[in-house]
């Protein structure tokens, strides 16, 4: 298969299903293997250059399973936020990269990615821990995973997206942000997105309006009609004026954020080395988009 048009270094770079794959620098860009997790075996070669990628599907691989893990069911969404902000060439290089079928390690990596470098130490861990069962590092996010890790698998068993990002926003050290990231990159509910801490600052400058109320989403089960909060803090207002475009945008606007100081070394440099630039030029389009959608 061969993939014309997106940026794999940028979607990757933003996707928690990153660990999932191994990585090859390689002249002109990077390979990259699909070596855990419930489907692999998929083989892209990612050229920076052209933007093109030759892809290599295992036989058994549905193609809604290839869809999904490359980002290629989303992409249309990125498309149209392009032609709405005349951002062809820029915005629309992106992809939602998510996979239901490794919802369990996406849960374990967004666990693990509390308060740490998500490219040093996340994916390090969560790659650790696929392969050998543990994680040799002594921090409390792994301590905290260690003691959660057999609830977390329980709470993504239920066949709900909804119902799991409630059952995970129970355990301890997750949060609303953790749980709609969840079902973001877990199951491609682009309605939702976490509030970290690039969204949330870009967003304050439209909305003057609270973060969700743990409490509430959890008795809501994360439907805002439902809330006695809707409308009345930052998420509901988002979903209510954004709908599928709040995690796109969010996506970007991580990508942008987390740009301004990503380090030349290891996985990011791979990944994102050469497209440092467009940091203030994705922040100008997803400011623009947010500017007419939450200033009306």
Not at 41 to 65: A, M, N
Not at 136 to 150: K, P
């Amino acid at each position: 298969m061969r993939v014309k048009g997106i940026n794999y270094g940028l979607s990757l770079y933003s996707s928690y299903t990153l660990p999932l794959f191994d990585l090859e620098e390689v002249s002109g860009g990077f390979i990259f293997r699909k070596r855990q997790g419930a489907y692999r075996g998929l083989v892209c070669r990612f050229d920076k250059r052209s933007f093109e990628t030759e892809c290599k599907i295992p036989r058994y691989w549905s193609k809604e399973v290839a869809y999904k893990t490359l980002g290629l069911d989303k992409h249309f969404l990125y498309r149209k936020l392009a032609s709405e902000l005349d951002g062809k060439g820029l915005v629309d290089t992106i992809t939602l990269m998510y996979s239901p079928s490794d919802k369990t390690v996406v849960a374990y990596t967004i666990y693990l990615s509390q308060n740490t470098s998500y490219h040093t130490n996340t994916v390090k861990w969560v790659r650790q821990f696929l392969e050998t069962g543990v994680i040799e590092a002594r921090s409390y996010q792994v301590s905290w995973f260690m003691e959660n890790m057999n609830l977390i698998r329980e709470s993504t068993s239920l066949e709900d997206p909804l119902e799991e990002a409630a059952r995970l926003l129970t355990l301890r050290g997750v949060g609303v942000k953790s749980s709609q990231a969840y079902l973001l990159y877990a199951h491609g509910l682009t309605e939702y997105a976490p509030l970290d801490r690039h969204y949330k600052t870009l967003v304050s400058e439209y909305l003057d309006l609270p973060p969700p109320d743990k409490n509430f989403c959890l008795r809501a089960f994360f439907n805002c009609e439902k809330c006695p909060l809707s409308g009345k803090c930052m998420h509901s207002r988002l979903r209510s004026r954004l709908g599928y475009f709040n995690g796109v945008l969010q996506s970007i606007v991580y990508i942008a954020g987390s740009l301004k100081k990503a380090g030349g070394r290891g996985i990011v440099e791979v990944l994102v080395g050469g497209f440092e630039d467009l940091s203030d030029l994705l922040l100008d389009k997803a400011s623009l988009y947010l500017s007419r959608r939450l200033s009306t």
